[in-house]
């Protein structure tokens, strides 16, 4: 097994040797830092000797978008036509997973209490890794960024209340609270100011319409249709404690 880190670059030279092909999974940083541990990771993969590199992007990548991930995205895809070798943006959706911190609460208190938002293009971790390892392993993909990797259906949140609704039985509204009640709100349970502030961008981005953008694209590369956003939330709740009082387990419809 080799170990690298991507904030410490020095260490990823050894990590692509004898590689020919790469695959750079954007990392969980926040902040200036994470467009320059990707290209660095994608520059050493290079000086390594790599013919073809893949990048997990998004598909909102814009450099003046509002939800600050997605500058970086765009700066890497920049960096990406620079280098000498072949490369992809596998342009992600939006990952369903996001959902998951706010259900709990919102089946707690029976409201998803969250800003001002817009259509996003949910989409299944497990359906993008696949089309990540068939991208990966086709050396047919194409180059440059790749068409949305999205599921077909576009929700916004009221969506996902009527959603969690159906599911489990029990009413969950959605409520809209303006942006620094939000903020204040999430600071009061424990999260970090910058953290909740990032969280906002990606709120406000949807609101301009952001990750309104489906295409057929993953269904094509995995060859199937894709995992819906019912089907994750479904999955997760499964995954919850069963709770006291009327109505069914969450996670127990189908």
């Known amino acids: ?30 902040g200036p830092g994470a467009a320059a541990a990707s290209r660095a990771a994608v520059d050493h993969a290079v000086a390594a000797g790599a013919r073809r590199i893949l990048y997990t992007s998004h598909q909102a990548a814009s450099p003046d978008s509002r939800f600050a991930a997605q500058p970086t995205h765009a700066a890497v895809e920049e960096h990406l036509r620079e280098v000498p070798a072949r490369t992809t ?79 489990t039985g029990r009413t969950v509204r959605r409520v809209v609270v303006d942006d620094e009640e939000w903020v204040a709100d999430q600071v009061a349970l424990g999260v970090p100011r910058p953290a ?19 295409g057929p694209f993953l269904e094509e590369l995995i060859g199937r249709r894709p995992v819906s956003v019912r089907e994750s939330l479904d999955r997760f709740l499964r995954t919850l404690p069963a709770r006291s009082g009327s109505g069914p387990v969450p996670g127990s419809a189908v």
Request: aromatic residues 8%; proline residues 9%; hydrophobic residues 45%.
């Open 1 to 30: 097994m080799r170990e690298a880190d991507f904030t410490r670059p020095a260490t990823l030279g050894a990590v692509f040797e004898g590689a020919d092909t790469v695959l750079v999974v954007s990392p969980s940083i926040a």
């Open 89 to 167: 943006a596998l342009r992600h959706g939006f990952y369903a997973s996001t959902l998951e911190r706010y259900a709990p609460r919102a089946l707690e208190t029976g409201e998803l209490r969250v800003p001002e938002d817009g259509p996003f293009s949910w989409s299944d971790h497990a359906d993008l890794a696949e089309a990540d390892a068939v991208a990966l392993t086709d050396p047919g993909t194409p180059d440059g960024p790749t068409p949305p990797l999205t599921a077909p259906d576009l929700l916004d949140l009221a969506d996902v209340a009527r959603v969690l609704t159906d599911l």
């Open 196 to 214: 909740a502030e990032f969280v906002l961008g990606m709120f406000r981005a949807a609101r301009r319409g952001d990750f309104a953008v489906a």
